[in-house]
């Protein structure tokens, strides 16, 4: 279990690194997750702990707004959490989603591209999260953006290579799980809105 490996390599060169990703299926689901995950969470939980409390951010020609260090490290903990999570049951659908559409692999090795997939198609966002060391809400929503068209495209391209199916089969299944990424983001949004309702919002510096 190599930590971090292919993270470069899906940036550089995609569709060769599919290809070794699909070759490693004997790593297992969990193994591609614990040696992944957990590490790259760090950096948009990290930069945005800094960001919020060291720089702050402002919108116009309004005062700087920073988070006091509890709050921002009580919500950086929820968000660390939540990207995990997130992580894992995207994986968890793509690997349900393989069986609808006829994938021939065993069921461990579903297991392991489904979350493979989710991982390796989520690193391009969670690489961004570097740009929280400076929160600004245009240039966070700009280079998030950028790095959310980046990671469907990696969707498009490795779920045929991965699942070893046809193209236009792909492009179906990566489709449909493009509309469960952006519902379970939406569901974390809203999750988001409840958690702060019970008392862990922000609290701002006076």
């Given at each position: 279990?190599a930590i971090l490996q292919?993270?470069?390599?899906?940036?550089?060169?995609?569709?060769?690194?599919?290809?070794?990703?699909?070759?490693?299926?004997?790593?297992?689901?969990?193994?591609?997750?614990?040696?992944?995950?957990?590490?790259?969470?760090?950096?948009?939980?990290?930069?945005?702990?800094?960001?919020?409390?060291?720089?702050?951010?402002?919108?116009?020609?309004?005062?700087?707004?920073?988070?006091?260090?509890?709050?921002?490290?009580?919500?950086?903990?929820?968000?660390?959490?939540?990207?995990?999570?997130?992580?894992?049951?995207?994986?968890?659908?793509?690997?349900?989603?393989?069986?609808?559409?006829?994938?021939?692999?065993?069921?461990?090795?579903?297991?392991?591209?489904?979350t493979a997939m989710a991982?390796?198609?989520?690193?391009?966002?969670?690489?961004?999260?570097?740009?929280?060391?400076?929160?600004?809400?245009?240039?966070?929503?700009?280079?998030?953006?950028?790095?959310?068209?980046?990671?469907?495209?990696?969707?498009?391209?490795?779920?045929?290579i991965l699942m070893n199916?046809?193209?236009?089969?792909?492009?179906?299944?990566?489709?449909?799980?493009?509309?469960?990424?952006?519902?379970?983001?939406?569901?974390?949004?809203?999750?988001?809105?409840?958690?702060?309702?019970?008392?862990?919002?922000?609290?701002?510096?006076?």
């Amino acid at each position: 279990m190599a930590i971090l490996q292919h993270t470069l390599g899906i940036f550089l060169h995609p569709e060769s690194e599919w290809q070794s990703i699909r070759q490693q299926r004997r790593e297992g689901f969990m193994g591609v997750f614990v040696s992944h995950v957990p590490f790259l969470a760090l950096i948009p939980v990290i930069c945005a702990y800094i960001g919020v409390t060291a720089v702050g951010w402002q919108v116009g020609s309004d005062e700087v707004v920073r988070l006091t260090s509890v709050s921002a490290a009580s919500l950086c903990f929820l968000s660390y959490v939540g990207i995990n999570l997130g992580v894992y049951i995207f994986g968890e659908f793509i690997n349900w989603m393989e069986r609808t559409f006829g994938v021939k692999d065993s069921a461990e090795e579903r297991h392991y591209e489904g979350t493979a997939m989710a991982v390796y198609v989520t690193t391009p966002m969670m690489i961004a999260g570097l740009v929280l060391l400076y929160p600004s809400p245009w240039l966070v929503t700009s280079v998030m953006g950028i790095a959310g068209a980046y990671s469907v495209y990696l969707l498009y391209q490795g779920i045929p290579i991965l699942m070893n199916i046809p193209k236009d089969q792909g492009f179906i299944f990566a489709s449909s799980a493009v509309t469960t990424g952006l519902v379970l983001m939406v569901t974390m949004m809203i999750a988001s809105v409840i958690v702060w309702t019970v008392g862990v919002g922000p609290v701002y510096v006076s």
